[in-house]
């Protein structure tokens, strides 16, 4: 199982997002600490964010730093889309095609393993399913 997620330095709905502290740690922390031990990747454009997550006590945690491609299509005003599912393709060409791929967002603090198990649980004893999402 490989976990996905991303870090964006700037919000434009609500600024400083990724990192507004919650109960003493920025947001991004509670899920990457909750997940810290698995295998996740953190795409993301965040000098900032690099630097705190290397201050943090988080060891099993990857880093790929944005692609300018992914960087202008978030910048440019004309594009009324996200590049993260771009960014997903582009981080599952890295990786077996077996594997099961768990897409997170930090916007989700109180995800807990239990949850992203029991999800990967319900696919791979479920023959009809062929993904999950809540």
Not at 105 to 120: G, M, Q
Request: charged fraction near 30%.
């Amino acid at each position: 199982m490989k976990i996905f997620t991303i870090v964006k330095d700037e919000s434009k709905r609500i600024p400083n997002k990724n990192f507004i502290e919650l109960n003493g740690y920025p947001l991004w922390w509670h899920l990457l600490s909750e997940l810290d031990g698995l295998d996740v990747t953190v795409n993301t454009d965040s000098q900032k964010f690099i630097k705190e997550l290397q201050k943090s006590n988080l060891k099993s945690i990857k880093v790929i730093e944005r692609d300018q491609k992914h960087i202008d299509w978030e910048n440019d005003e004309t594009i009324d889309s996200s590049p993260v599912e771009d960014m997903l393709f582009d981080f599952c060409e890295t990786i077996d095609k077996s594997e099961i791929v768990v897409l997170t967002h930090i916007t989700s603090p109180f995800l807990k393993k239990e949850t992203v198990f029991d999800a990967i649980n319900m696919l791979q004893n479920h023959h009809k399913a062929k993904s999950i999402h809540s």
